[in-house]
């Protein structure tokens, strides 16, 4: 019954967990908002998921896009980008895939087939390719190929009444100013492009193509796109920086082991389900600091812990000792990224009374002004999402907090 095999906590990169927590105003977004209008014709900006490690930005567009494929639209698989890689290649690679699904190689039009073969060029060489039509002209920009590919996309997609969804994940990783620069625009054209369509009575009418588009990667990004690229980014793609999970969204993942319990395999080709004590779940939210990553960690140990039909408090406990060092590598990484003068704002503040966390306060304990301060705390607040620059500041990412505060994540 309870067994690595059935365990639905899913620790990782990448992996859309069993036992879901929080982020529904992000799925509400989708769900009422981007996939309604997109299909309807109306304008919609793209979606810009940033945050932290083990935020869980992946795992949210993954769910995303799991839903979308299970309606019929037409999706890209994640896109992720290696550090130094060429954007271009693997967008390009990917729409094609979209490109033959929608059947436009299998219409036969010349204009098509050359735009396929322009693009196929892409995907093989990237964005510093120079396309060359049959008379050895010089031809467009590789982003210009891709983005009448994406029109074309977008027009099969009206025709079969679908959403074509792209997900370009780890995009802090395109170090390239122009390979960043093109990838933006052929997105942001594409998000931004009126078609004509024909209305049943006669006429037409100018609709924006069905097209949403995702990108996600470390908070880093948004200085990238935005200082490099301006207003032209800030338009057309919705900045939102994950924090932690509130406390009521975790007890609430939790609610199906109380009331139910959660339905697994028990051994004999019949069905059994889980329970956890109330015990139990109180101290796996209390633990994981409302980190999706340590959540699905807690949860996943606990389960582990023993073989019986109830997750009992000792048993969360049992298993946390076994991943506390995985649970302090996670901080610390988080920690490990920030330059140094935002690292010693936070640990200034976490030296101070929880009362006395002003920013004058803390740039004393810095031997620093308050005004030298200011911009890096407001970079921890608006870009990374660790704090809050309230009266007194406060520690949004609860699990830095701990870590630089307790004996957290040690557990007696």
């Known amino acids: 019954m309870r067994s690595p095999l059935s365990n639905p906590f899913q620790p990782g990169s990448d992996i859309v967990p069993d036992v879901w927590a929080g982020r529904s105003e992000q799925m509400s977004d989708w769900r009422e908002v981007l996939r309604p209008r997109r299909r309807a014709g109306l304008y919609e900006t793209g979606r810009t998921i940033l945050g932290e490690p083990g935020t869980g930005k992946s795992s949210l567009v993954r769910r995303i896009a799991r839903e979308a494929a299970e309606a019929g639209d037409w999706v890209t698989p994640q896109l992720r980008i290696p550090s130094g890689a060429d954007p271009l290649k693997l967008v390009a690679s990917a729409v094609l895939l979209l490109a033959d699904r929608a059947g436009l ?13 322009r693009v196929e060029q892409i995907a093989v060489s990237g964005f510093s390719l120079t396309l060359r039509g049959s ?5 467009p920009e590789p982003f210009t190929a891709l983005f009448d590919l994406l029109v074309e996309l977008g027009q099969a997609a009206i025709a079969q009444d679908v959403v074509v969804v792209i997900h370009v994940d780890e995009v802090q990783n395109i170090t390239d100013d122009a390979a960043l620069s093109q990838l933006l625009i052929a997105l942001g054209d594409a ?11 006669g006429g037409t009418v100018p609709r924006y193509l ?5 990108l996600t990667g470390l908070p880093d990004f948004e200085d990238m796109a935005g200082a490099r690229k301006g207003a032209t980014f800030a338009r057309r793609f919705r900045t939102v ?13 939790l609610q199906p082991f109380a009331i139910q319990g959660w339905e697994t395999a028990d051994g004999h080709g019949g069905l059994d389900a889980v329970r956890m004590t109330p015990e139990a779940a109180r101290a796996i939210v209390a633990l994981c600091c409302g980190e999706p990553f340590l959540f699905q960690l807690v949860g ?5 812990a023993g073989t019986a039909p109830v997750i009992t408090e000792e048993e969360v406990l049992a298993g946390w000792r076994v ?5 302090s590598a996670h901080v610390e990484r988080i920690l490990g990224r920030l330059p140094s003068r935002e690292h010693d704002v936070l640990a200034a503040m976490a030296a101070l009374p929880s009362a006395d966390r002003q920013l004058t306060r803390i740039a004393q304990e810095m031997g620093m002004t308050a005004t030298q301060l200011g911009p890096s705390s407001q970079r921890l607040d608006t870009v990374r999402g660790i704090i809050s620059r309230g009266r007194p500041y406060t520690f949004r990412n609860r699990a830095v907090e701990a870590y ?9």
């Open 241 to 253: 920086t994950l924090t932690a999970l509130e406390e009521g969204d975790l007890l609430a993942a």
């Open 323 to 327: 991943a506390e060092r995985e649970a």
């Open 135 to 139: 008379d050895g002209a010089e031809g």
């Open 404 to 412: 630089l505060t307790t004996d957290w994540p040690r557990v007696d």
């Open 105 to 117: 190689r299998a219409s036969g039009q010349q204009r098509v087939l050359a735009l396929l073969a």
């Open 191 to 201: 998000l931004s492009h009126e078609v004509d369509v024909e209305l049943p009575g």
């Open 300 to 304: 996943q140990r606990a389960w582990n």
């Open 210 to 214: 069905p097209i949403a588009v995702y």
